[in-house]
């Protein structure tokens, strides 16, 4: 089975520190991702990588960076946390698979909230 | 505009009874449609996957059709139970690769004993 975990199911930050997410999966994917969940929206995509020390921008990168130094590995920081950022974040990874499509499997998602 | 509107926002069925969740999507081009479950604090996991000439495809009591035609997609679930609560989400790539995912905001399904 695969497995993506997450550092924290829960975290609570104050504005303007700095926070780390990290993201471990153990079935050597090539692409993981970040994205954030809101109540009323879709997922949206914050990063990607599909290699190791290569990202992708998403949809809403502001505010946030990423790492990716061993290929289970791919970590979220946001530099100066804010309010705006509470939110569900969830880590994802997937295979190259040369088919038709690349399933994603999702961590248990974090629950960040800056206060 | 790349969009999946899903309906009904939430429902709420009695235990053992079907239900049907639908997906509308204006994405071009279109490679593939997938509904995930995500139950309450967890990640989403994947119910089915198809491709623009598969119109149907099940797992377990999930039945997921695909018009691509009219760009419609629908889940049913037959037989419903207390586990099936949860939000079914819709989604839609753009590519084969995993990098252009279009998400619907997904349907609230509640199963009353």
């Known amino acids: 089975d695969v497995k993506v975990t997450q550092s924290s199911r829960y975290l609570v930050k104050r504005t303007g520190e700095k926070v780390f997410l990290e993201c471990v999966q153990d079935?050597?994917?090539?692409?993981m991702f970040w994205y954030r969940q809101d109540p009323g929206l879709g997922l949206r995509l914050i990063y990607f990588?599909?290699?190791?020390?290569?990202?992708e921008k998403g949809d809403i990168p502001e505010g946030y960076s990423v790492s990716r130094e061993k290929k289970e590995r791919f970590s979220l920081i946001l530099e100066s946390a804010s309010t705006n950022q509470t939110s569900m974040y969830l880590c994802?990874?997937?295979?190259?698979?040369?088919?038709?499509?690349?399933?994603?499997?999702f961590g248990p998602g974090t629950r960040l909230t800056v206060l | 505009k790349n969009q999946v509107e899903q309906s009904p926002q939430s429902l709420i069925i009695l235990e053992g009874k079907n239900c049907t969740l639908q997906?509308?999507?204006?994405?071009?081009?279109?490679?593939?449609l997938r509904w995930y479950k995500q139950d309450t604090g967890r990640g989403p996991v994947s119910l089915t996957i198809?491709?623009?000439s598969e119109n149907t495809k099940s797992n377990g009591r999930y039945t997921a059709t695909l018009d691509a035609d009219t760009k419609q997609s629908s889940l049913h679930i037959t037989a419903s139970q207390l586990s099936d609560s949860a939000s079914y989400i819709c989604?839609?790539?753009?590519?084969?690769?995993?990098?252009?995912?279009?998400w619907g905001a997904g349907t609230k399904l509640i199963i009353k004993p």
């Open positions: 990588s599909y290699d190791v020390k290569m990202k």
């Open positions: 994802a990874s997937s295979r190259t698979s040369g088919t038709l499509y690349n399933e994603q499997f």
């Open positions: 198809m491709t623009f």
């Open positions: 989604v839609v790539s753009a590519s084969p690769r995993d990098y252009q995912l279009i």
């Open positions: 079935m050597d994917h090539e692409n």
């Open positions: 997906c509308n999507y204006t994405v071009s081009p279109f490679s593939n």
